[in-house]
């Protein structure tokens, strides 16, 4: 008689590869592992995380590289709305979080899975995301999280595992890495807390460069596409773009944010590329959309940015969010440059056909070239008019 199929999302730390030892030898599953790729992982981690899965018994391993899609699908929408949580966070781990519990439930429906199982503790957002998806995509999947449900600490993982002959140093880095295309999340004593910044160690990317440069992003319809002389794919252009700035310690924040489940939390993260792009992707818009187009887009690039990392993509009126935002990028073309240097970074200014500064039409606080001052007085009358009405009939109440 064969086993049930279980899907599990596998990254190849202890959570995931005590599932794996748990569904298949105590809960009788044929596991099948899936690792999803958004942009975090090198061929030979790859390799590495592949080697681990077969190693702990796994049936089956696969890889599921959604980079392309992941920016296609996500990351540019959050460009096209300036997305940063509270100001400060690209969503740089959150965001690709759907898009991992996404990859999986369709590789579910692939294999004709009964079962689908995470890692995730019962303690972060990333719970909610993965459940979420799951529910909507496999609702008659067993959706199943060990280590959320049998509340496990490290050292019980850790044991079962030795009991189980798998014996590997599982000591546990002071700081704990999640990296994708979009940026890189740190987490450490110092961010537990309300104080505390993480040290210069703690940084994935130390600071190397020690001179000074300047970048030129190339845009065309709110889409980076090259970098200085070059013409890249967006991806291409992310990447490249993170190589050049990381080095200068640039994009390194903490953010504090409101969790899923209802509490506060702070999170270091390093997204250089990110960063940039969206600043830089701003100035451009600044000068090329109108007031109107700039107010509107704010309010909903952030309802955009909320809804995405409390895991809510699949919401169709996300849909009706990206058409708005990619309406409006029509003529968000152009250059933007950038002056980097250890620790710090300096829009310089932009470049565009459709900058709507154009001194044709005049140059503020200095010339006009297409009304009078008569025209002024009038319209200056005409606005000030209902606040004017309504200032002496106060007055007269009183």
Known sequence: MSKPKVILAFSGGLDTSFCVKYLADDCGYEVHSALVDTGGFSADELKDIEAKAYSLGV????TLDVVEKYY???IRYMVYGNVLKNNTYPLSVSAERVFQATAVAEYANKIGAKAIAHGSTGAGNDQVRFDVVFQIMVPDCKVITPIRDMKLSREAEIDYLKAKGVVRDWTKSAYSINKGLW????????????????????WPTQVTATGEETVKLHFEKGQLVGINDETLTPVESIRKLTDIAAPYGVGRDIHVGDTIIGIKGRVGFEAAAPLLIIKAHHLLEKHTLTKQQLYWKQTLGETYGTMLHEGQFLEPVMRNFETFLADTQSNVSGTVQIHLAP??????????????????????????????????????????????????VTEAGL
């Open 59 to 62: 049936t089956s391993h696969v």
């Open 183 to 202: 940026g890189t999340s740190v987490g450490g004593k110092e961010t537990l807390t309300s104080y505390g910044y993480l040290p210069e160690s703690a």
């Open 72 to 74: 296609n699908d996500c």
């Open 343 to 392: 620790y710090r970074y300096q829009l310089l200014g932009i470049e565009s056909k459709f900058d709507l500064m154009s001194s044709i039409f005049g140059s503020y606080g200095e010339m006009n070239n297409t009304w009078t001052g008569d025209d002024v007085r009038g319209f200056s009358k005409i606005v000030s008019n209902q606040t004017m009405i309504h200032r002496k």
